[in-house]
């Protein structure tokens, strides 16, 4: 059996499933610092007025150059909704076990982009995403505001035209 290129869409997430590099800087090379990357990482609690947050983050993003497109912005919120739906649905106040799961291969995916692609790093330490994701732990409420958090990035990324219609 050939195994060359044959691991294209795992994790359950999508993903256009391009194996080749499509001419981007090798990996590992957006330069990022170790104190950068554990910053990143540290979890934090979603600020009750997580709204307010969004519309902060977005406008320092609005001023940044490299600026993340809204195919890239959206798939990181379709990885959100996957998780979304299902917890809406219920009341328990921990998340499924199967959702702790996808949130896990979630952080990967963000860890993945941010190494990758230079405007998702501006956008994850703008945002702090990675840290209020850290956050959540198991907690149903602190994911369902997460989600709301992302909504909110995802809109006012549209309304102040951030990225072009990439």
Known sequence: MNNNNNNRG????GGS???GRSG?????????????FLDVLKAKALPSDYLQAAEDAMIKIQRESDQITRT???NLYSLTMCIYDRELRRSE???LPEDQSKLTMMEMRVLYEYGRDDAVKVFVEKTQ??????GVKDSRQAYLNFAHYMEALVAYHRF???????
């Open 10 to 13: 795992r994790g359950g997430f």
């Open 72 to 74: 890239k912005l959206r």
């Open 93 to 95: 106040a921990q998340l």
């Open 24 to 36: 981007k800087k090798p990996y590992g090379s957006s330069g990022v610092s170790q104190k950068e």
């Open 160 to 166: 102040l035209g951030i990225g072009g219609n990439k």
């Open 129 to 134: 995403i990675l840290g209020y994701l850290k």
């Open 17 to 19: 499933g391009s194996c």
